[in-house]
């Protein structure tokens, strides 16, 4: 015969409210009516449901059962029985609060004006991770104090909240990662339809950017003018995520506005830079290429905003100028570069390819590429290897070269260190 004093006997219940912890919507509201029912059989004049800040620092009631609503009372999580309780991972059972040193450290009863005279505290533990802890109060009936059966009876229901509530934050973590990978999929989108479209084969300018993640902190854009020239940028904004790729969009699309009345890239550059200036934060800036190319009289005018330097190489590959940065990067400084704005290189492209690229280029580690030490990461393609890659591929028109730049680059299967984007400018010879 089961002895109505042990958890045996209240094997149904156990039964009823794991069950319904487990297929819970509304974990709150099921929390609350087993503490109704707890606080009835074990004869409890109230009980409370615990839970630990994400941080670990407080407590938080997030449900109660009795004469005194405490919803959202919060202490240390090292204060109280309660506090104990979490701190130890153990149930606490105390028979008179006169006699525990812990109990006065949370005042609840002088906030709120209740006699606590007994507490019975288990913690709500999964795997090796402490979520709160279930608490009651005052036990009444011929036997005023809580013993060993009442204790092991918290014990179960406080594993089953615990699962409850622990399956309630997965899901949530679910739907909140589903939710990104949504904006994601929506913000890379948005970015694709940023970039210019694929040029003609015969048109003197290409350009490719692929994103090492979703989203890229990189971006080009190509912008033929009514006289015939040619503006062309490549950008590469700091930082990674979603925060780069508000800024990456924000500065394309300054360009885009500003270039049309604008004929020198130096000056260009001032005025973008005065724009971010004024409304960037966080630490961040952009590094930036401009340059506009005149296809009548094969004249380049371009300026450097702290960017990896662009390349002027032969037809054959070999390195015929380096056009490294003279100026910041933009975003930081609102006087950066002075009134006149950032320096601007000017020089005839000729039979020469001019390649703007992001340091995603030349801080690839390719398959292919020797170990800098025994057991070491493959060494950085750098701009030698990048030039050994324009050689090799020099051959090809100039939309077929940057795909197999990329092939090369970013192989299938090897993780993409950064965004890679690259520009080449180049003129059709006789």
């Known amino acids: 015969m089961i002895d109505a004093a042990t958890p045996l006997a209240h094997l149904d219940l156990i039964a009823q409210v794991t069950a319904e912890f487990a297929h819970t919507r509304d974990p709150k509201g099921s929390?609350?009516?087993?503490?109704?029912?707890?606080?009835?059989?074990?004869?409890?004049?109230?009980?409370?449901?615990?839970?630990?800040?994400s941080d670990g620092a407080f407590l938080a009631c997030e449900a109660c059962y009795g004469p005194v609503d405490i919803t959202g009372l919060t202490f240390p999580a090292d204060k109280g029985v309660v506090g104990r309780a979490v701190q130890t991972r153990k149930a606490q059972l105390v028979r008179d609060t006169a006699d525990d040193p812990d109990f006065g450290t949370v005042d609840v009863d002088g906030q709120t004006g209740f006699v606590t005279r007994s507490i019975l505290v288990a913690p709500m533990?999964?795997?090796?991770?402490?979520?709160?802890?279930?608490?009651?109060?005052?036990?009444?009936?011929?036997?005023?104090?809580?013993?060993?059966?009442?204790?092991?009876?918290?014990?179960?229901?406080?594993?089953?909240?615990?699962?409850?509530?622990?399956n309630v934050e997965l899901t949530e973590r679910l739907v909140e990662q589903e939710r990104l990978t949504t904006e994601l999929h929506l913000a890379a989108e948005i970015?694709?339809?940023?970039?210019?479209?694929?040029?003609?084969?015969?048109?003197?300018?290409?350009?490719?950017?692929?994103?090492a993640r979703g989203v890229s902190g990189d971006f080009f854009d190509i912008i033929e003018r009514p006289d015939g020239r040619i503006w062309f940028c490549l950008g590469d904004v700091s930082g990674k995520g979603m925060n780069a790729a508000l800024l990456m969009a924000k500065?394309?699309?300054?360009?885009?506005?500003?270039?049309?009345?604008?004929?020198?890239?130096?000056?260009?550059?001032?005025?973008?830079?005065?724009?971010?200036?004024?409304?960037?934060?966080?630490?961040?800036?952009?590094?930036?290429?401009?340059?506009?190319?005149?296809?009548?009289s094969g004249e380049v005018a371009l300026a450097n905003a702290g960017h990896e330097p662009p390349l002027l190489v032969n037809r054959g590959g070999r390195l015929l100028r380096e056009l490294p940065a003279e100026a910041p990067p933009l975003g930081i400084l609102e006087d950066a570069a002075g009134p006149e704005g950032w320096?601007?290189?000017?020089?005839?492209?000729?039979?020469?390819?001019?390649?703007?690229?992001?340091?995603?280029?030349?801080?690839?580690?390719?398959?292919?590429?020797?170990?800098?030490?025994?057991?070491?990461?493959?060494?950085?393609?750098?701009?030698?290897?990048a030039l050994a890659l324009f050689a090799e591929l020099a051959h090809l028109d100039r939309r077929t070269r940057l795909m197999a730049l990329v092939e090369?680059?970013?192989?299938?299967?090897?993780?993409?260190?950064?965004d890679l984007t690259v520009l080449v400018i180049e003129q059709d010879q006789p």
């Open 31 to 53: 929390i609350l009516s087993g503490l109704v029912r707890v606080s009835r059989i074990l004869e409890a004049e109230a009980s409370s449901l615990f839970l630990l800040s």
């Open 125 to 166: 533990v999964v795997g090796d991770q402490v979520l709160g802890a279930l608490e009651i109060i005052n036990k009444s009936g011929p036997d005023p104090l809580f013993g060993p059966a009442d204790q092991a009876l918290l014990e179960v229901m406080s594993a089953a909240a615990a699962l409850a509530v622990h």
């Open 191 to 211: 970015q694709r339809k940023l970039l210019p479209e694929a040029a003609p084969g015969d048109f003197p300018v290409h350009g490719v950017n692929v994103p």
């Open 251 to 296: 500065t394309s699309a300054i360009v885009r506005c500003l270039c049309k009345g604008e004929d020198d890239p130096g000056r260009l550059l001032g005025q973008i830079n005065h724009e971010l200036c004024e409304t960037a934060g966080h630490g961040m800036f952009v590094t930036l290429v401009v340059g506009l190319f005149d296809p009548v």
């Open 343 to 385: 320096p601007v290189s000017r020089f005839l492209l000729g039979r020469g390819s001019l390649y703007v690229f992001s340091d995603g280029l030349t801080e690839a580690r390719p398959p292919g590429r020797p170990a800098g030490k025994p057991g070491g990461a493959r060494e950085m393609l750098g701009q030698q290897g």
């Open 408 to 418: 090369q680059v970013m192989v299938r299967d090897t993780p993409a260190h950064d």
